[in-house]
């Protein structure tokens, strides 16, 4: 499920990264502590840039 902020980027043309999913994305601010305003910019091996 995005997030308010990522909502508002999707209503402007943004896509999550490659290979990750609103699953993927949910689990790791879950597990790392990452505030939602912070959006996935791009994908490398074993990290996620936002």
Excluded at 13 to 25: F, H, I, T, W
Excluded at 33 to 50: E, K, S, T, W
């Amino acid at each position: 499920m995005p997030t308010d902020i990522e909502r508002g980027y999707l209503d402007q043309g943004y896509a999550l990264p490659e290979g990750l999913s609103g699953a993927d994305v949910a689990e790791q601010r879950a597990r790392w502590d990452i505030d939602p305003i912070f959006v996935p910019l791009a994908r490398v091996p074993g990290a996620c840039i936002g």
